[in-house]
């Protein structure tokens, strides 16, 4: 099997996402690029073939402390180097001054040779500053960078504008003071603190948090705890990462609805007769419903779409002007300036304190207690992405070959020996990917739950080659309409009608591929709309 990078899918893509910033958002991003200092010094840019580490030789006074860290990590070979992958390096360049802001507070470590003695976490720490892909400020996202870290881990880009000036701040805590160094093998961005590796889980970080003791106490006392982990272990026995997204609201907010503690919250939402550990108990599916499968930073929320959570229903998140939680369902607040006023008829989120870094994901702060609502259903296309080996491979180019299905956890099939995922340059498929698989051979996916109701089944897939095959679609075990020959399509890829079908229960479902005549099956998506 093909080895991949351990990421997550938080590609930024302005055409399809930029709508969902609130106007101010807008205004404050327009002044980031003039706000943080853009002046490079003469001698940052424009040298004949410097290299990163090139350039901190060249500036080892003003740089003194990372340098020195340089040498004793031996990274400066890397950093005099070419990517092998082809995509440049980023270097997050910590100031003297962000080092000696580090000690001052460090428990563990008073100065760069304390901290050179510990060979091992020294070595982590100038790793985690590297990203492994150039990366130019224009092509920030406001969630996480499109690659890791040579560590294997992601760094946010959000912004400051608390004091006179605003600035980007990588991890929500280092100020990009200097940006976009382009050397030859890529960008240095210098900062003003060092960065700290992420070791928390979402759950830790309420729990470390006095502000958030009301959804941590209920987290805890549900034992939803507990499925918060940054590892969990599949069926088949194997542990993977425990991707999700958090949505939390500090006590100030419960206590502007009258809940002063965790006692006043299970008398408001818990129900009689019932242990707060019970699925069904009200008090139970508040706290879950504060869950979201997966792992979705602000940049990731794309138009109106249901995201399902560890509850009975999806929360429902639009994105206009602002990004807007299960918009509709109450009047929350008003907003009065002068003889306007302003109906808050959805869940608000803390956009700037937002997007907070942990091992899980995401962690989003809330501005309105979110309550249990079940959303209007909506179309649902599903691209893979549930497949973590597939989502990890989703944003670099590629192909990457899958043949050991006991390390898969949505897709299993029968006959061929492996499946292929593609990533390429543009093409007619959406998200310009897909997978494939050949010969003769019965596939099956497991799809994510969908809101009950009737909807229209389609799929599309490659169907202008004469090598393709000729297949027969089933949905929870029952054959949906008539076969598909994918070797007349009048375009590279056409969508196909399979049928209506129609939910019963919130919950997960099966489509079953299988070929009656033998040959390639190119499949893009599967989407349902509602009937």
Same mark, same amino acid.
């Given at each position: ?19 969902? $910033?609130m ?14 200092d ?9 040298e ?5 580490s ?6 080892? /006074? ?21 990517n ?5 390096y980023?270097l997050?360049?910590p ?9 001052e507070?460090?428990e563990d470590y008073s100065?760069?040779?304390?901290l050179?003695?510990?060979? &091992? ?9 590297l ?5 130019n400020?224009? &092509?920030?996202? #406001?969630?996480?960078? +499109? !690659?890791?870290t040579v560590?294997?881990?992601f ?5 400051? %504008?608390?004091? /006179?000036?605003?600035?980007? *701040?990588?991890?929500?805590?280092a ?6 160094i382009?050397?030859i093998?890529?960008y ?9 590796p ?5 759950? !830790? ?11 941590t106490?209920a ?6 705890y507990d499925?918060?982990?940054? $590892?969990?272990?599949t069926?088949?026995? *194997?542990?993977?990462?425990?991707p999700?997204?958090? @949505? ?9 609805r009258?809940?002063l503690?965790?006692?006043d @919250? ?9 242990p707060?550990?019970?699925?069904? =108990?009200?008090? #139970?599916?508040?706290?879950? $419903? ?8 602000l ?5 109106t779409?249901n #995201?399902?959570?560890?509850a009975?229903f ?10 807007m939680i299960?918009?509709?369902?109450d009047?929350? /607040? ?12 959805y869940?608000?989120? %803390?956009?700037?304190n937002?997007?907070i ?9 809330l ?5 249990? *609502? ?7 296309m599903?691209?893979f ?10 944003g670099?180019?590629?192909?990457y ?23 390429s340059?543009?093409? !007619?498929?959406?998200n310009?990917? #897909? ?8 596939m099956?996916?497991?799809? +994510?739950?969908?809101?009950?109701? *009737? $909807? ?8 202008? /080659? ?17 076969s ?12 196909f =009608?399979?049928?209506?079908v129609?939910f019963?229960n ?14 390639k099956?190119?499949w %893009?998506?599967?989407?349902?709309? +509602?009937?």
């Amino acid at each position: 099997m093909k080895d991949i990078k351990n990421k997550t899918a938080n590609i930024w893509i302005p055409n399809v996402r930029e709508a969902f $910033y609130m106007i101010t958002i807008s205004v404050i991003m327009a002044l980031i690029i003039s706000a943080c200092d853009t002046t490079v010094p003469g001698s940052f840019i424009g040298e004949d073939a410097i290299t990163i580490s090139g350039f901190l030789e060249e500036n080892q /006074d003003t740089y003194s402390q990372f340098w020195k860290f340089l040498l004793a990590t031996d990274l400066k070979n890397t950093l005099n180097a070419y990517n092998p992958n082809g995509s440049g390096y980023t270097l997050f360049l910590p100031t003297n001054q962000a080092f000696d802001n580090y000690f001052e507070r460090n428990e563990d470590y008073s100065s760069i040779d304390e901290l050179l003695a510990d060979s &091992d976490f020294a070595n982590l720490l100038i790793r985690y500053h590297l990203v492994n892909i150039g990366v130019n400020s224009n &092509d920030f996202p #406001y969630g996480a960078l +499109p !690659d890791t870290t040579v560590t294997g881990d992601f760094l946010t880009v959000g912004f400051d %504008d608390s004091g /006179d000036s605003t600035f980007y *701040k990588i991890n929500n805590q280092a100020p990009v003071t200097i940006k976009n160094i382009e050397l030859i093998n890529g960008y240095i961005h210098e900062i003003g603190e060092v960065l700290e590796p992420v070791t928390k889980s979402s759950f !830790d970080w309420i729990e470390d948090n006095p502000d958030y003791s009301i959804i941590t106490e209920a987290l805890r006392i549900t034992g939803l705890y507990d499925t918060l982990r940054i $590892y969990r272990t599949t069926s088949s026995g *194997k542990i993977v990462d425990n991707p999700y997204t958090l @949505l939390a609201e500090a006590d100030s907010i419960f206590i502007r609805r009258g809940i002063l503690n965790f006692n006043d @919250l299970v008398e408001r939402y818990g129900s009689s007769g019932l242990p707060l550990t019970d699925y069904e =108990n009200d008090l #139970y599916q508040f706290t879950a $419903y504060h869950i979201m499968e997966g792992s979705y930073f602000l940049d990731e929320f794309d138009e109106t779409s249901n #995201y399902n959570t560890y509850a009975n229903f999806p929360v429902q998140v639009a994105t206009d002007l602002e990004i807007m939680i299960n918009p509709g369902k109450d009047t929350l /607040d008003l907003i009065i300036e002068g003889q306007d006023t302003t109906v808050i008829n959805y869940v608000r989120l %803390d956009m700037i304190n937002s997007n907070i870094l942990t091992k899980n994901g995401p962690l989003h702060l809330l501005k309105d207690i979110l309550e249990v *609502k079940s959303p209007s259903r909506v179309e649902r296309m599903f691209q893979f992405f549930e497949e973590p080996q597939i989502n990890d491979a989703r944003g670099t180019i590629g192909e990457y070959v899958f043949s050991n299905q006991e390390d898969m956890e949505v897709l299993s099939w029968f006959g061929p020996d492996y499946i292929t995922y593609v990533k390429s340059s543009p093409m !007619d498929a959406n998200n310009n990917d #897909y997978i494939e698989l050949e010969g003769n051979f019965t596939m099956d996916y497991q799809i +994510p739950k969908i809101l009950p109701g *009737k $909807y229209l089944m389609e799929f599309k897939a490659q169907s202008k /080659d004469n090598e393709n095959a000729n297949i027969q679609v089933s949905f929870d075990g029952k054959r949906l309409g008539s076969s598909f020959d994918l070797t007349s399509g009048g375009n590279p890829y056409d969508v196909f =009608n399979v049928g209506i079908v129609e939910f019963q229960n919130y919950e997960t479902h099966i489509i079953t591929v299988n070929s009656l005549l033998p040959g390639k099956f190119t499949w %893009d998506f599967v989407r349902f709309t +509602p009937e």
